[in-house]
T-cell receptor
């Protein structure tokens, strides 16, 4: 089975802090993604990466950056967390069979 | 990317068959149709994927008519644990575009005893 893991299930940070969300997949997938999910807005794509050191902006990249130094790991970085970044963050990796999601990180920014 | 339209919510009872239909009128030739299931506080889980006609696996069936402008996810004999949000997505199977999946609001299925 494909396994996508995320570093934390729950995280509480303060406004202005730098936040790192880590995602690891064990299936040697080339493509990895970061989404955020908010009530009434569904899942929105923040960034995705189709290879090591490659990245592309999704629909809502503002306030975020990403890092893909190794194929299995894709990190989402909030340079200076703000309260409007309180959300559920979902990482995924993909193969031709579909996208496989991690359990999510519920981030609260106070 | 093809946009999809699904009912916002559906209700059913245990043991019944549930059919959720998704419209995707501007589906492209190289687009595939994929369905996901999501429980609260969890990531979406892949259910089934198809291109045309019918696809069946151990949990669901997917019916796609010849014009491919809609698709129907069929869940046989639902149980309470099938209460979840179901998403229909349409995207190219290959190329970088495949990865830019757009999740709509989904269909919230409630299964009652």
């Amino acid at each position: 089975d494909v396994k996508v893991t995320q570093s934390s299930r729950y995280l509480v940070k303060r406004t202005g802090e730098k936040v790192f969300l880590e995602c690891v997949q064990d299936m040697d997938h080339e493509n990895m993604f970061w989404y955020r999910q908010d009530p009434g807005l569904g899942l929105r794509l923040i960034y995705f990466s189709y290879d090591v050191k490659m990245k592309e902006k999704g629909d809502i990249p503002e306030g975020y950056s990403v890092s893909r130094e190794k194929k299995e790991r894709f990190s989402l970085i909030l340079e200076s967390a703000s309260t409007n970044q309180t959300s559920m963050y979902l990482c995924a990796s993909s193969s031709p069979e579909g996208q496989f999601f991690g359990p999510g990180t519920r981030l609260t920014v106070l | 990317l093809a946009k999809t339209t699904q009912p916002i919510s559906m209700d059913s009872y245990e043991g019944q068959e549930v059919n959720i239909t998704c419209s995707h009128n501007n589906i492209a030739t190289n687009d595939y149709i994929t369905w996901y299931q999501q429980f609260p506080s969890q990531g979406p889980r892949f259910i089934i994927q198809g291109y045309k006609t019918k696809v069946t696996n151990e949990v669901a069936s997917l019916f796609i008519p010849a014009d491919r402008k809609s698709s129907t996810l069929s869940l046989p004999r639902v149980s309470l644990s099938d209460t979840a949000v179901y998403y229909c997505l349409v995207a190219p199977f290959f190329s970088g575009g495949y990865n830019k999946l757009i999740f709509g609001a989904g269909t919230r299925l409630a299964v009652h005893p």
